[in-house]
């Protein structure tokens, strides 16, 4: 790989960027030097496995959040591309008050990564592992949405739209 200086001429993209922010560093990697990852397709027991994992953890932050009894409703839903899925399990309910900072503790005893937003009160972003969580609470209408989203596996694009439809 060539370095070269701060001064070389940028793909016009990226001096816009070094234009807008001269105090980061750019650093372009030549089209040789990209490495493809051979990517094998989940088995079904991996499916099913993700399947389990993302409905439990989700019930688990349920009950321990709101504890009415729900089950998630959870689907395989198309990944970042054709050929790959997600695990998605969703719950939602109307409630009085926001359980946005129980929940918030009950992730973080948990081990999981919590953040917000500044700006933006009524939603909590969450990880743990590869697993992500999004958590919003409406004040003007009370509703309380807690999804949990597994990664993307690959599976082909044939049974990405069979799991999908499901």
């Known amino acids: ?99 946005l900072d129980d929940l918030a503790v009950a992730l973080d005893v948990s081990g999981w990564e919590v953040g917000r937003r500044r700006d933006d009160a009524g939603r909590l972003f969450a990880r743990r592992r590869s697993i992500q969580l999004v958590a919003s609470y409406a004040e003007a209408t009370g509703t309380f949405v807690v999804t949990v989203t597994s990664p993307p596996m690959l599976v082909g694009v044939d049974r990405a739209r069979e799991l999908a439809r499901r």
């Open 1 to 99: 790989m060539e370095l070269r200086s701060r001064d070389s001429p940028l793909p016009p993209f990226f001096a816009a960027v070094r234009r807008r922010h001269p105090d980061i560093d750019i650093v372009l990697l030549s089209a040789e030097s990209s490495v493809q990852v051979a990517r094998v397709p989940a088995s079904e027991r991996q499916l099913a496995n993700a399947f389990d994992l993302i409905t439990g953890t989700a019930t688990r932050l349920w009950a321990e959040v709101v504890d009415d009894g729900q089950v998630p409703d959870t689907r395989f839903r198309f990944g970042p591309d054709q050929a790959s899925v997600t695990v998605r399990a969703r719950l939602s309910a109307r409630l009085d008050g926001s359980p």
